[in-house]
C-alpha cells in the first residue's frame, strides 16, 4: 500500500507539473473577480469525463470571475444533452464539430479540414438558434489502440501495419461506431481490410481500454484524448490515409444566451486556444486514472493556464 | 320443465358451437395476443420498407443486420432462462424440503443482490475477468433474473396448505410421491407466474448485450439512441416488444397446457 501510494503520488505530481509547465507564470492570488457579475446561467455536460470536465472549466471560470451557475453536468447520450440546450433546460455545453455536423446536422460527407468543417457547423447551426465560440485545438478524434508490446512485436507504426497483425486478430469496437458513416464499415475499406481477416467485437465504449490492455482485444477503437491510453500503456498508431474527421471540441449555447450576456461570450473565448491535445489528455487522465474531482481539475488548469488570476 | 329447458342443447349443431364458444372465451387472449404480434410486425415491415433512409440507417435497417440482431436476441434471451429454469426451480424445491429450510433467507438474500447489481456493471466486470461473448452475457442475465422464480417456486410450495401434505403421507405416499403428486401440481401455476416473468425480463436485459459482444436488439437502440436516429431506436425497441410479446404468449399457453384440471 505504502509503495503504491507514493507512486501514484509520484506520478500525480508529474501531471500537474508537465501542466503547470505549459502554462506560463501563475499567480496565487485567489480573491474572486467581478468582471462576469450579474451573469447567471445554467451549464451542462455530456456523460464522459472529457465533456465534464471541459464544463466544470466553464463553471470555475464563471464562479471565480463573480458570476453563478447552475451545475447540471452529465446528461446521457449526445441527442439528450444538444435536445436540454435547445429546450433551455441548459444553456450551454461542449460539442464536437464532427459530431454537431453528422449527427445533428445529418450531413455525411467527413472528408473535410477542422477549420473548414467548423465554419459549416457554425452556419448550420444558425437555424437551430445555436452559437458556438472558438473551437480547441485539440481533436478528440476517433482513433485504433493497441498495446506497445504488440506495437513493436508486429512492427506497427501506422494504421496500414495494423493489417500485419496475426489473421483472425479481435478488433473491438463501440455499437455506435459501427453505424456511422466515419465508421466502422468506411474504416475497412479505406485500409482495405478484409472481414475474413479479423474478428469484430463490439463491446462498450469504455470496456474497450482494458480489454485492450489485457489481449482480448488485439486493435481497441478508443478516442484520442483519452488518458487512459497512456495510463494502460497503450498507443495510437499514425493514421497513414485520411480517413476519419476532425472532432475539435467548442462550447456551444443558445443564441438567446449569447445575446443576454455578450460579455461572458467575451470572457470565454479564450479558453479554448489554451486547450491542446496533451492538456486534454492530462486533465482527462487525472479524473479517469488518478480519480481526481472534476471541478479540482478544473479549477487547478484555469489558475495554472492563467486564465484565472 | 326441466326436459323442456335441456332440449335445444341436444342437437349436434349448437353443442359444437357452444363448445367453440367457450374455447374463444377460455382462451381469448391466447388467440387474441398472436394476432396482435403479427399486427405490430406487419406495421413495422411497411414502415420500414416505405422509408427512407440516410447512411446511418442503412447501417443497420437492412435484412441481414436485423434478422442477425433478432437470432441473437433469441439466443440471450431462451439460453438465460433455460439457465434461470434449471437453477431456480431445483434450488426452490430444496428449500423448501425440511432439510435445507433454513438456507432459503440466505439464498433469497443473494437472489435479491443478483437482482439488485447494476446490470451493464456487472455484465462488464464479468467479461473484463471471464472473457466478452455470449456465454458471459448468458450467464449475467441469469444471475439477474433468478429471483422472481426461486421466490415463486418457493412461495408456491410454501402456500399448500401443510394439512394436503399431511394427508397424503397419512395415505401412505412417500415424502417424493408427495411432492411429484401433490406438491407440484398444485405449486405449478405460481411457479408458470414466475416463469413467465423471468422470460419477459431476461428479454429486457438481453438488449444490454450490445454492451458486451453479445449481439442482440441492444445494437439497434443503442446507436439510434447515440445517433439520434429515431427510426433505428425505435425499431430496435419494437422488435424487443414483439420477441417479449411472443415469448409471453409461449409462457401463457404452457400454462395453459400444464395448469392441472380440477384442483
Known amino acids: 500500500m505504502q509503495v503504491k501510494s507514493h507512486k501514484v503520488v509520484a506520478i500525480a505530481a508529474a501531471i500537474a507539473l508537465a501542466v503547470v509547465g505549459s502554462a506560463a507564470t501563475s499567480s496565487s492570488a485567489n480573491a474572486a473577480g467581478t468582471s462576469l457579475k450579474g451573469v447567471s446561467v445554467i451549464v451542462g455536460s455530456k456523460d464522459f469525463t472529457e465533456s465534464i470536465v471541459l464544463s466544470k472549466i466553464v463553471k470555475q471560470f464563471i464562479l471565480a470571475n463573480g458570476g453563478k451557475v447552475v451545475d447540471k453536468t452529465n446528461i446521457k447520450g449526445s441527442s439528450t444533452t444538444r435536445e436540454a440546450m435547445v429546450s433551455g433546460d441548459i444553456n450551454m455545453y461542449w460539442e464536437y464539430t464532427g459530431t454537431a455536423w453528422l449527427v445533428y446536422q445529418k450531413q455525411t460527407d467527413v472528408n473535410i479540414a477542422p477549420d473548414v468543417l467548423y465554419k459549416k457547423v457554425v452556419a448550420g447551426d444558425k437555424a437551430a438558434k445555436v452559437t458556438w465560440l472558438p473551437m480547441t485545438s485539440f481533436n478528440d478524434t476517433y482513433a485504433w489502440a493497441i498495446t506497445k508490446a504488440n506495437a513493436t512485436k508486429y512492427g506497427v507504426k501506422t494504421y496500414s ?70 495510463a494502460l500503456g497503450l498507443m495510437v498508431p499514425q493514421e497513414d490515409i485520411s480517413y476519419f474527421p476532425p472532432y475539435n471540441a467548442a462550447l456551444t449555447m443558445t443564441d438567446a444566451t449569447a445575446k443576454k450576456y455578450p460579455q461572458l461570450v467575451k470572457a470565454l473565448a479564450p479558453i479554448a486556444a489554451k486547450i491542446s491535445n496533451a492538456t486534454m489528455q492530462n486533465l482527462n487522465a487525472r479524473v479517469d486514472v488518478l480519480g481526481e474531482d472534476a471541478d479540482t481539475v478544473a479549477k487547478s488548469f484555469l489558475t495554472a493556464s492563467g486564465l484565472v488570476k | 320443465m326441466p326436459k323442456a329447458l335441456a332440449q335445444p342443447n341436444l342437437t349436434a349443431g349448437s353443442m359444437y358451437s357452444q363448445s367453440a364458444r367457450l374455447i374463444f372465451k377460455r382462451h381469448r387472449s391466447l388467440i387474441i395476443q398472436p394476432l396482435l404480434i403479427l399486427a405490430l410486425s406487419a406495421a413495422l415491415a411497411i414502415t420500414l420498407s416505405r422509408a427512407h433512409l440516410d447512411v446511418i440507417e442503412k447501417v443497420t435497417i437492412n435484412q441481414k443486420f436485423i434478422f442477425r440482431a433478432i437470432q441473437d436476441h433469441l439466443i440471450l434471451s431462451f439460453a438465460s432462462a433455460a439457465v434461470i429454469l434449471a437453477v431456480a426451480i431445483p434450488a426452490g424445491i430444496l428449500l423448501t424440503r425440511r432439510r435445507y429450510k433454513k ?50 417456486t418457493i412461495v408456491g410450495l410454501q402456500e399448500i396448505d401443510p394439512f394436503i401434505i399431511e394427508s397424503a403421507l397419512g395415505m401412505g405416499m412417500t415424502p417424493k410421491q408427495a411432492l411429484r403428486q401433490i406438491e407440484l401440481p398444485l405449486a405449478v401455476p405460481v411457479i408458470l407466474a414466475g416463469v413467465r416473468t423471468t422470460l419477459i425480463l431476461t428479454v429486457g436485459v438481453a438488449t444490454l448485450g450490445v454492451f458486451v459482444n453479445g449481439g442482440g436488439l441492444g445494437t439497434l437502440i443503442i446507436p439510434g439512441l447515440k445517433l439520434n436516429r429515431e427510426l433505428v431506436l425505435v425499431t430496435g425497441g419494437i422488435l424487443t416488444v414483439i420477441v417479449a410479446f411472443t415469448m409471453d404468449w409461449l409462457a401463457r399457453a404452457a400454462e395453459e397446457l400444464l395448469r392441472p384440471r380440477g384442483i
Open chain 1, 161 to 230: 501495419d495494423l493489417k500485419k497483425l496475426p489473421a483472425g486478430s479481435a478488433w473491438c469496437v463501440e455499437s455506435e461506431f459501427q453505424s456511422r458513416p466515419d465508421g466502422w464499415a468506411g474504416f475497412k475499406k479505406a485500409y482495405s481490410i478484409a472481414d475474413s481477416s479479423i474478428t469484430t467485437k463490439v463491446l462498450d465504449t469504455g470496456a474497450i481500454y482494458q480489454a485492450t490492455k489485457d489481449g482480448q482485444c488485439m486493435v481497441g477503437e478508443v478516442f484520442a484524448t483519452d488518458g487512459r491510453i497512456g
Open chain 2, 103 to 152: 438456507f432459503t433467507p440466505i439464498v433469497l438474500i443473494l437472489a435479491n443482490i443478483g437482482q439488485a447489481f447494476p446490470a451493464v456493471g456487472v455484465l462488464i466486470i464479468a467479461g473484463i475477468l471471464f472473457g466478452f461473448g455470449k456465454p458471459i452475457a448468458i450467464f449475467s442475465f441469469a444471475a439477474f433474473g433468478i429471483l422472481p422464480i426461486l421466490r415463486n
